[in-house]
């Protein structure tokens, strides 16, 4: 599995977005969990519709895995929209750490 220093999964949302952001952070977590990687919820005062959900890894720039634009998500939709995010995210030289575990990516757990 990978280590937690290796990558982060971040969800960012308004924080009047709370009900929204449920199914999202649980999906999220979820995922985080599977891959062994650190996760966090960063909700912002200002009022804005998306819900978006990053891959970091190290100190280069997130890459966006999802967003939520508006209305209801439910938890499971997320997470098989994450998880094939980052099978194909396993494809990329940059990220060998995923490819070692494509096998647990793509499991339905």
């Not at 220093?5 to 649980?26: C, D, I, M, N, W």
């Not at 508006?70 to 060998?96: C, I, K």
Request: charged content about 25%; proline content about 5%; overall charge positive.
């Amino acid at each position: 599995m990978l280590d937690c220093s290796s990558g982060k999964l971040f969800v960012y949302a308004s924080y009047f977005s709370q009900e929204r952001l449920k199914p999202v952070g649980t999906a999220t977590e979820k995922m985080a969990k599977l891959l062994k990687l650190a996760f966090e919820i960063k909700t912002f005062r200002k009022s804005f519709t998306p819900i978006y959900v990053y891959y970091k890894i190290g100190n280069e720039e997130p890459i966006p895995i999802y967003c939520n634009n508006n209305g209801q998500s439910d938890a499971e939709e997320v997470y098989r929209t994450l998880r094939n995010m980052m099978f194909v995210l396993s494809f990329h030289p940059r990220h060998a750490d995923l490819r070692r575990v494509r096998k647990e990516i793509m499991q339905f757990s």
